[in-house]
């Protein structure tokens, strides 16, 4: 267990530090290591490549991260108090932490250590479903990801065709991975606590051959239909395809039909055609 037993306690990092929650950076700090090792646990296993965490704050979950055994965890964060607040605990963890201070909107995840690369984090809200877009788009170099998100993303993430919640996220999610939902996290259980629910969800990203190589036709057809989803695909697609009815009507989809009938593959099927 290295030299982590013997740290202050997580309260106390953040007294020491001044490193009250910002909101500007979308942070809500989760301190209960029930929780954080639990999330740590779904993320096993743990024991080999490169565990990338982003936005640890005062080091909750990358606490739980190195007791849950990761051989190597990156921590990578923006904000300059909690770099120098986790140099405590990097020192403890004999050389399995290392922290990078970056924008994890613009990092490049091969740089950050060998695969299998799994990322684990509490996400900042005001970024999350940005850079889960972002890693969508690079799920080749992604094993797994295990993340927080508020409750209501992660029902977009998990919804069926034919939800009042399915939409752009949920196709280009389901296309790239599985989606599973673990458990939902009580606003009580973080510093300063959310005005909302929030929610861990795994996504593992499907095998190369299963998923398409370029996602930006993906994203083109969805904004499209879902752009205008109570309309006809016929009429909503007119921006992306010259004759909408005709494509529709070669993939065997019925042109009447709206954007929330069309399942992923379906959508997947449109973007190759629109490919082409």
Known sequence: MDGLAHLPALREV??????DARKRLGQHFLLDLNLTRRIARAAAPLDEGTVIEIGPGPGGLTRALLLEGAARVVAV??????IVALEELQL?????LDLVRADALE??????GPPPRRIVANLP???ATAL?????HRADEITDMVLMFQKEVVDRLVAPPRNKEYGRLSVLAQH???VQRLFDVAPSAFVPPPKVVSSVVRLRPWPAGRRLADLQPLERVTAAAFGQRRKMLRTALSRV???????LAAHGLPPTARAEELSPADFAILAEALDK
């Open 132 to 136: 889960l877009i972002r890693w969508l």
């Open 176 to 178: 790239v991975c599985a």
């Open 92 to 96: 403890a963890a004999n050389g399995r």
């Open 77 to 82: 964060e923006i904000d300059d108090r909690a």
């Open 14 to 19: 953040i007294a020491t530090h001044g490193l």
């Open 125 to 127: 809200y005001n970024v």
């Open 241 to 247: 395809f010259a004759e909408p009815t005709i494509v």
């Open 107 to 112: 990092i490049d995840l091969a740089t950050l």
